[in-house]
């Protein structure tokens, strides 16, 4: 018989999952309009913006929309655009081009959105929203026929074996009328959520890349404040989607990464490792040699779409932001989707008294949507290779995505390669010589932190697969995919067996998206586990 825990009850008339641009600017905007409502963001991470991690330069419009007089008392790290590049590299230089049309960042400005959300925090506050971080959800709560009522926090003081060490506290449920997930790109929750109500039924499968992102001090002479440099090509061979940024920001500091689209079919990419290699191509390297990384981290982010947006209600919630998959993909921005869509999620419930029906259409007809409705086909589209994406690319900005087609999205597990059925592609790499030299050294520039007897929050449905059909067909792909070091295949005395490193993780959740068999599943750690990211 399994013990009852008796567990404490707070009561809200809203609870939303995740302090992330779109949970804070839907928690403001809530008690804009109506002071009255009570609300509470609760957060995984032990501060408000330390697993946060993004490019990232903003379009300002939504945000001038929610605090009209933010530029009075900006976030840390604000710096106005002042001028685009767009290269095509090859290994040993690069083709200036002109800049696409949706890149032009004149009247953005390069944040940290991890410093912004930090910022935000304060402000949602004084408005009466109650904000906790260091609390995971780790389950939804429902009643009997179904219905969201609200989430449940994880327990505190579990040891690895699944017993209570000393400390061990029983996590709270929250009970609120509306529970609005907005964990960013594959919530662990969002993701449960979606396969128990079908929300996924009339949609294309979601899609994913990996962004890796450094943020190095160098000498200030070599900055530009409000440059932005983007690039495709080397070291991504043409079937790979991939491609860079880099910002400059104020005080001689540069913010950098590679993103890679995990629609990759290579068995033996590395998405970590092409970073790498082109923070050491020579229209990068001399920028950065010499400098010293601040911090370094992970993340999943969101690309499938207007066609892969799922059902964004259900009975008692909504999906917000990232989490839905507003990202605009040619842009590389997700942030003003965010806040857009948080903001008309507050006005829905304000205007409905609380009632989730009707946000999903609410959503499909707003600029949120009519943004991803025009640029729809672009990312699809290079799936077919490099060439043929740039040209679609350049046919769908011509006619302002009013093709008669909308281009199909496939799972991103489904598209790898068995070893030996892939041709090996011309890697072309150089020797690296920037720091990190190897992934662990990575983790420790993310700072990530779990206690190390806890339960692992990565759970492998069957370890025997990895180590019998996935050796054999893919060569244990988790190995390369993961940018932490988390997957180890190691053999003993016993054999052949995999590690797990789980104190390694940055939550990015890639192992979630990319495992070709789908038995990798990541769970919340430990309230306030993870990484704790610096200006990222």
Request: glycine fraction near 10%.
């Amino acid at each position: 018989m399994t013990e009852q825990i008796e567990r404490d009850v707070m009561e809200y008339d809203v609870v939303a999952v995740g302090a992330g641009p779109a949970g804070l600017a839907f928690a403001i905007r809530l008690k804009q309009l109506n002071p009255e409502i009570s609300v509470c963001v609760i957060e995984k991470a032990s501060a408000i913006g330390a697993q946060i991690l993004s490019g990232a330069v903003i379009e300002t419009g939504p945000l001038d929309a929610l605090l009209p007089d933010w530029r009075k008392s900006p976030p840390p790290i604000c710096v106005g655009a002042k001028e685009d590049e767009f290269w095509l590299l090859s290994k040993t230089g690069g083709r200036k081009l002109p800049v696409p049309p949706g890149m032009h960042n004149k009247g953005n400005v390069i944040v940290s959105l991890g410093a912004m959300c930090a910022w935000l925090a304060p402000q949602a506050e004084a408005l009466g929203v109650e904000i906790y971080p260091g609390f995971a959800a780790a389950e939804t709560l429902h009643d009997d026929s179904g219905k969201v009522i609200g989430v449940r926090i994880g327990d505190m003081g579990v040891a690895k074996d699944g017993s209570h060490k000393p400390g061990y506290t029983p996590g709270i449920d929250i009970h609120a009328k509306v529970t609005v997930l907005a964990e960013g790109a594959r919530g662990s929750l969002t993701k449960q959520l979606i396969k128990r109500f079908k929300l996924d039924a009339d949609s294309d499968p979601q899609g994913y890349s990996i962004g890796i992102k450094e943020l190095w001090q160098v000498p200030e002479d070599r900055v530009s404040p409000g440059k932005i440099v983007h690039s495709f090509g080397w070291p991504a061979d043409n079937k790979t989607y991939g491609g860079s940024f880099l910002y400059h920001l104020d005080k001689g500091r540069i913010a950098l990464g590679y993103v890679s689209g995990l629609d990759y079919h290579d068995p033996e990419y590395k998405p970590w490792e092409a970073f790498q290699q082109w923070k050491n191509h020579p229209m990068v390297k001399p920028l950065l040699e010499g400098g010293s990384i601040l911090s370094a981290g992970a993340r999943a982010i969101v690309t499938g779409g207007w066609q892969s947006l799922p059902k964004v209600e259900m009975p008692g919630a909504l999906l917000i932001g990232d989490t839905a998959g507003l990202l605009n993909v040619p842009k590389i921005k997700g942030t003003h989707q965010a806040i857009r869509s948080g903001m008309l999620a507050a006005e829905h419930l304000v205007a409905s008294q609380l009632s989730p029906q009707g946000f999903d259409a609410k959503l499909r007809a707003s600029d949120a949507m009519a943004e991803l409705k025009k640029v729809r086909n672009i990312k699809p589209g290079f799936k077919r290779g490099l060439w043929f994406g740039m040209l679609n690319a350049a046919w769908e900005t011509v006619t302002g995505g009013l093709s008669p087609w909308t281009l199909k999205n496939k799972a991103d597990w489904s598209s790898l390669d068995k070893v030996g059925q892939h041709e090996e592609p011309k890697r072309d790499y150089v020797e690296r010589t920037l720091a990190p030299r190897d992934r662990l050294q990575g983790v420790y520039y993310a700072a990530t932190s779990h206690d190390e007897d806890q339960p692992v929050h990565l759970k492998v449905a069957d370890t025997d697969i990895c180590v019998t059909r996935c050796s054999v067909e893919y060569d244990n792909p988790c190995t390369r995919f993961c940018p932490a070091g988390v997957y180890e295949i190691v053999e003993d005395g016993a054999g052949k067996r995999l590690q797990i490193n789980a104190a390694n993780c940055v939550h990015c959740k890639t192992c979630d998206i990319k495992d070709p068999y789908e038995i990798i599943t990541w769970v919340t750690p430990e309230g306030g586990s993870g990484p704790n990211y610096q200006n990222l």
